[in-house]
């Protein structure tokens, strides 16, 4: 077994170390990471000039890019074999919900998915890499499960573990993402010259966070498990717009 990991967090990250290491039981492992936390990065690949990438006292391979530019460059001409897995993370914070459309812990995984080869996002839910031990045993306890029992086709899977110690991580539940409330308004301040900046602001509370959903199941001590898609096609609006584009005025 390859396995090929990433993350958003950046090449220095303890997450993406303690994922590295709770791998290597399972399979030969190679790290490409990025230089800088690019958190909130989403698939943005780096178009407008060239990457470079270098190694870590580690062996990790660094590039100088995002999370979707170090997959895309490992699969596209860095690596001479192809990984038969994907994962990223452990990110420090959660993707659930709607901030799966930002992570850049999740686009590493779909930037493999993309390709054709199965892909596994893993997050803690709390900031401040607390129980991250824990977290990288329930990550190689999901490879591991997959080694035993393959999934057939391709698949993405977004993975939260609660900040828990391992014996109090109630289990494994397959779940669907929730739904947020807007963001919070941006933080503005004024730089030294007295001009306006604007910070993002924290991410909205859970909207739609009922049974079976990710943000549930993670507060309930389980580990949330949401297969992925990427069709973003809205199948129950196409009868509509067609009939939209072909009325006459």
Request: include cysteine; charge should be negative.
């Amino acid at each position: 077994m390859r396995i090929l990991v990433s993350n958003d967090d950046g090449y220095l990250a303890p997450g993406i170390a303690a994922l590295a290491a709770a791998m290597r039981p399972l399979g030969d492992v190679t790290v490409v990471a990025p230089e800088q936390n690019s958190s909130g990065a989403s698939n943005s690949l780096t178009l407008n000039r060239p990457l470079t990438v270098w190694q870590a006292a580690d062996g990790t391979t660094v590039v100088n890019g995002t999370p979707s530019d170090c997959v895309h460059v490992a699969l596209t001409g860095l690596l001479d074999h192809r990984p038969d897995l994907i994962v990223s993370g452990i990110n420090n914070g959660q993707n659930m919900g709607d901030d799966t459309i930002y992570s850049g812990t999740v686009a590493a995984a779909m930037e493999g998915y993309l390709f054709g080869i199965p892909a596994i996002a893993f997050s803690l839910v709390d900031k401040g890499n607390a129980h991250l031990d824990s977290a990288a045993r329930v990550a190689h306890d999901i490879v591991a499960r997959y080694l035993s029992r393959p999934i057939a086709a391709p698949f993405l899977l977004n993975v939260n573990i609660p900040n828990l110690p391992y014996a109090e991580v109630k289990g494994v539940q397959c779940t669907r993402l929730g739904k947020r409330h807007p963001s919070e308004p941006v933080v503005k301040m004024l730089n030294p010259r007295g001009e306006p900046i604007y910070w993002i602001g924290p991410a909205g509370q859970a909207r739609v966070g009922g049974p079976g959903t990710d943000f549930h199941a993670t507060a309930s001590g389980y580990v949330s498990v949401t297969p992925l898609q990427i069709d973003l096609t809205h199948d129950d609006q196409l009868g509509a717009v067609s009939d939209w584009l072909q009325a006459t005025t």
